[in-house]
Nanobody
Framework: QAQLVESGGGLVQAGGSLRLSCAVFISISSLYEMGWYRQAPGKQRELVAR???????NYADSVEGRFTISRDNAKNALYLHMNSLQPEDTAVYYCYADQLVGRRKTNYWGQGTQVTVSS
């Protein structure tokens, strides 16, 4: 069973909005950091946003002010609200989570969801 499952991707026009969701099938309370990466065709995977269990957040400069990351431990979910989307935001978006149990660190990834922004 997949531990992280993304949804919410799709096709949107420039200037539009999408909300990505990441369903978490492991103990979310053990996840000290979660976030989103994206990978566009021919480009390296890049960090888009991350959030710690203390709710601290960081964003890539390219999405600062347009994207908002949040986590809902009660719903076992991570979200990425994306506004003012531009064609350069087109990519596969991946959810990730870093777990710490005792001294053991484990990194989890979702399968990705495609976001396509048309001009």
């Amino acid at each position: 069973q997949a531990q992280l499952v993304e949804s919410g991707g799709g096709l949107v026009q420039a200037g539009g909005s999408l909300r990505l969701s990441c369903a978490v099938f492991i103990s979310i309370s053990s996840l000290y950091e979660m976030g989103w990466y994206r990978q566009a065709p021919g480009k390296q995977r890049e960090l888009v946003a991350r959030i710690t269990d203390g709710r601290g957040t960081n964003y890539a400069d390219s999405v600062e002010g347009r994207f908002t990351i949040s986590r809902d431990n009660a719903k076992n979910a991570l979200y990425l609200h994306m506004n003012s989307l531009q064609p350069e935001d087109t990519a596969v978006y991946y959810c990730y989570a870093d777990q710490l149990v005792g001294r053991r660190k484990t990194n989890y990834w979702g399968q990705g969801t495609q976001v396509t922004v048309s001009s």
